[in-house]
């Protein structure tokens, strides 16, 4: 049996690229497809902060939705937006071989780092913003949104000293500038790099299909990450990084969660065989809320409804 494999993407550049990828992958196995783009409440409403808008999946729902009514086959996503629990009724198929999980700034000059001058970085990211004010107290984080082209422009647009991006979202539409700075010391969102497809339980052709675009590898590091999240998370948006490194056969695990204002962290760092790796994600975010992390995560919970 054969059937032509429609996918669904967000219509940003970069969701379509990440799309086109996976379905050049999948007519260069022999399969037949369509790309199907459609826009999602998230890229809609752009003039909230995305931590207001208080749903989580914002950028998933719409293609979720999608996939139920059986108006496509497959969605692509930024495995970083997608929330650790799926709807019912829709699977992870396939991990993609990630790319460079870290962040970059992009700026204007670098020059602001060493002076001692109060600067202004833009970001939409609670994660990005608390760590950049924990190890730049001085430093003010104004609100950034709108998909990556967007954002690009509003740092040129602004008075800005930089602004904060995920390496992979730019080096994939050849956006990153060369003397973007690699923020080796920023835990990355869980997953970020990465690209999942999802697609419907009982859809087998389709499973079967995209198991073969699957990257074990960068699957087990992803599930760990998000092991990690989930087990901390009560469904709000919280400042929480976390980073599994597979390395001859050894999975080097970071974690962290910090207060939306930078000031406290609790953080974990582990080295586990990959064999024994299992459960790291959950037993990193079990100790991390042993240490402090569940009052931690109370009070991010409290500041975050207060805002809504
Ligand atoms: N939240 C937006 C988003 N979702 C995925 C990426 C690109 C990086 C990735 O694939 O993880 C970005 C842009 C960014 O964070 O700068």
């Given at each position: 049996m054969s059937k032509i494999i429609r996918i669904g993407t967000r219509d940003s550049e970069l969701a379509l690229w990440q799309a086109t990828t996976v379905q050049q992958k999948l007519e260069g196995l022999g399969y037949d497809t369509i790309l199907v783009p459609t826009k999602s409440i998230g890229d809609q409403v752009?003039?909230?902060p995305l931590y207001e808008?208080?749903?989580?999946g914002i950028f998933t729902k719409t293609l979720d939705v999608a996939l139920l009514k059986d108006q496509i086959d497959i969605a692509v996503h930024?495995?970083?937006?997608?929330?650790?629990q799926l709807p019912k009724g829709i699977v992870q198929v396939a991990v993609l071989e990630?790319?460079?999980s870290h962040d970059v700034l992009v700026h204007k000059s670098l020059a602001f780092l060493n002076a001692d001058q109060p600067a202004t970085i833009a970001t939409g990211s609670l994660r990005r913003k608390a760590q950049w004010l924990n190890k730049y107290p001085n430093h003010k984080v104004v609100d950034l949104r709108g998909n990556v082209n967007t954002r690009l422009l509003k740092l040129i647009e602004n008075d800005w000293q930089g602004a904060i991006f995920a390496q992979a979202g730019l080096q994939r539409i050849k956006l990153?500038?060369?003397d973007a700075l690699y923020l080796d010391w920023m835990v990355p969102a869980p997953a970020q790099g990465a690209m999942l497809v999802v697609a419907k339980e009982e859809d087998d052709f389709t499973k079967e299909a995209l198991v073969k675009l699957n990257h074990p590898s960068s699957q087990t590091a992803t599930t760990i990450e998000r092991d990690f999240l989930r087990t901390l998370e009560g469904g709000c948006t919280a400042p929480i990084g976390a980073l599994a490194q597979i390395k001859d056969q050894t999975v080097y695990f970071e974690g962290v969660v910090f207060s939306l204002d930078g000031k406290q962290k609790i953080d974990i760092k582990k080295e586990v065989r990959l064999s024994e790796a299992k459960d790291l994600g959950k037993i990193s975010a079990e100790e991390v809320l042993q240490k402090g992390g569940d009052k931690l995560m109370q009070e991010i919970r409290n500041e975050n409804s207060a805002l809504h």
């Amino acid at each position: 049996m054969s059937k032509i494999i429609r996918i669904g993407t967000r219509d940003s550049e970069l969701a379509l690229w990440q799309a086109t990828t996976v379905q050049q992958k999948l007519e260069g196995l022999g399969y037949d497809t369509i790309l199907v783009p459609t826009k999602s409440i998230g890229d809609q409403v752009l003039d909230k902060p995305l931590y207001e808008l208080g749903v989580t999946g914002i950028f998933t729902k719409t293609l979720d939705v999608a996939l139920l009514k059986d108006q496509i086959d497959i969605a692509v996503h930024s495995m970083k937006d997608v929330p650790t629990q799926l709807p019912k009724g829709i699977v992870q198929v396939a991990v993609l071989e990630r790319a460079v999980s870290h962040d970059v700034l992009v700026h204007k000059s670098l020059a602001f780092l060493n002076a001692d001058q109060p600067a202004t970085i833009a970001t939409g990211s609670l994660r990005r913003k608390a760590q950049w004010l924990n190890k730049y107290p001085n430093h003010k984080v104004v609100d950034l949104r709108g998909n990556v082209n967007t954002r690009l422009l509003k740092l040129i647009e602004n008075d800005w000293q930089g602004a904060i991006f995920a390496q992979a979202g730019l080096q994939r539409i050849k956006l990153l500038p060369k003397d973007a700075l690699y923020l080796d010391w920023m835990v990355p969102a869980p997953a970020q790099g990465a690209m999942l497809v999802v697609a419907k339980e009982e859809d087998d052709f389709t499973k079967e299909a995209l198991v073969k675009l699957n990257h074990p590898s960068s699957q087990t590091a992803t599930t760990i990450e998000r092991d990690f999240l989930r087990t901390l998370e009560g469904g709000c948006t919280a400042p929480i990084g976390a980073l599994a490194q597979i390395k001859d056969q050894t999975v080097y695990f970071e974690g962290v969660v910090f207060s939306l204002d930078g000031k406290q962290k609790i953080d974990i760092k582990k080295e586990v065989r990959l064999s024994e790796a299992k459960d790291l994600g959950k037993i990193s975010a079990e100790e991390v809320l042993q240490k402090g992390g569940d009052k931690l995560m109370q009070e991010i919970r409290n500041e975050n409804s207060a805002l809504h």
